[in-house]
């Protein structure tokens, strides 16, 4: 028989030796997870880094290519000058629009080959020129009208310069079949 004195020294030396490894493992076990952390943390903060130095070298690229995208945006439009300057300066085409939007772009579009733009009014008839309708269908007072081949239907405006060459090249076509016909009567 085992007396009660060796249960109550093997407790003892089980709750000893529990406490000296808590001691142990977390003095040694310390510096190896600070030591791990302090790794992880530094991975991170380079890969931060390089990943906001490539950001701002994607935007110098991008500022470059933006740029490049205007200058050849300004050779486009010079282009169409030089291609339409010579048939339509001086021609006059009046805008009507459907609603009180924004014209700019196509006003300076056809500015810039010497086109001279004016706008019009509801039910008023331009007497020298072509009439561009910016609008979904024609307005209902336009089928009064009798001169429908002088008018160019545009639904939406033209935000790229392969819509802004297909503009001008139905502008300059109409303008030309208005002066053939004019010529011919």
């Known amino acids: 028989m085992i007396h009660f004195r060796y ?6 030396a089980v709750f000893i ?12 076990g310390h510096n190896w997870f600070t030591w791990g952390e302090k790794e992880v ?7 931060y880094d390089r990943a906001l130095k490539s950001n701002q070298e994607l935007k110098q690229q991008m500022n470059r290519l ?44 056809l500015q810039s080959v010497g086109v001279e733009v ?6 008023s008839k331009p007497l020298d020129g072509l009439l561009l309708i910016y609008a979904d269908k024609q307005p209902q007072w336009l089928t009064e009208w009798d ?3 002088h008018v160019l239907l545009v639904n ?25 016909a004019g010529e011919k009567s």
């Open 7 to 12: 249960h109550l020294i093997s407790l003892a």
């Open 17 to 28: 030796a529990l406490g000296v490894g808590i001691l142990l493992g977390g003095t040694a």
């Open 41 to 47: 943390l530094a991975n991170m903060s380079a890969k």
């Open 66 to 109: 933006h740029l490049e995208v205007e200058r050849n945006k300004e050779e486009v439009v010079h282009l169409m000058a030089l291609r339409y300057a010579d048939q339509l300066k001086g021609s006059k085409v009046y805008i009507w629009p459907e609603s009180k939007g924004s014209l700019e772009r196509i006003t300076r579009l």
């Open 118 to 123: 004016a706008a019009l009014q509801e039910g």
């Open 147 to 149: 001169k429908a081949n």
């Open 156 to 180: 939406q405006e033209p935000d790229s310069v392969a819509k802004q060459w297909a503009l001008l090249e139905s502008v300059q076509k109409l303008l030309t079949e208005t002066r053939d």
